[in-house]
């Protein structure tokens, strides 16, 4: 069965950073993505790579977020800079068999646990 595990969440002021890990041992040719879900709000889209370093990212993070994947490793990254408030919530890492990328959550099959990330002003 296939596990997701994140990690590298915590607390940090408005400006601050953090990067978040996910060990997952999936087929290096699947799509992966990190979704994220504040308190009294649906789970959204943040980033995806697909197995060709594709990136997309929600326009909300562009320009701050960098999604990265280490095949060697089994482990998705995501680096997160200039982090604001509205970033707060519990990050999560998805994967999807196959090398097709999609901001739909509704397409991942797998899922972690998730991390939470918390940015005061």
């Known amino acids: 069965q296939v596990q997701l595990v994140e990690s590298g969440g915590g607390s940090v002021q408005a400006g601050g950073s953090l990067r978040l890990s996910c060990v997952a041992y999936i087929d290096s040719r699947d799509c992966m993505a990190w979704f994220r879900e504040a308190e009294g709000k649906l789970r959204e889209w943040v980033s995806y790579?697909?197995?060709?370093?594709?990136?997309n990212y929600a326009p909300s993070v562009r320009g701050r977020f960098t999604i990265s994947r280490d095949n060697a490793k089994n482990t998705l990254y995501l680096q997160m800079d200039s982090l604001k408030p509205e970033d707060t919530g519990i990050y999560y890492c998805?994967?999807?068999?196959?090398?097709?990328?999609?901001?739909?959550?509704?397409?991942?099959?797998?899922w972690g646990q998730g991390t939470q990330v918390t940015v005061s002003s």
């Open positions: 998805a994967a999807v068999s196959g090398p097709i990328c999609s901001s739909d959550r509704r397409l991942y099959n797998y």
């Open positions: 790579i697909s197995a060709g370093d594709t990136e």
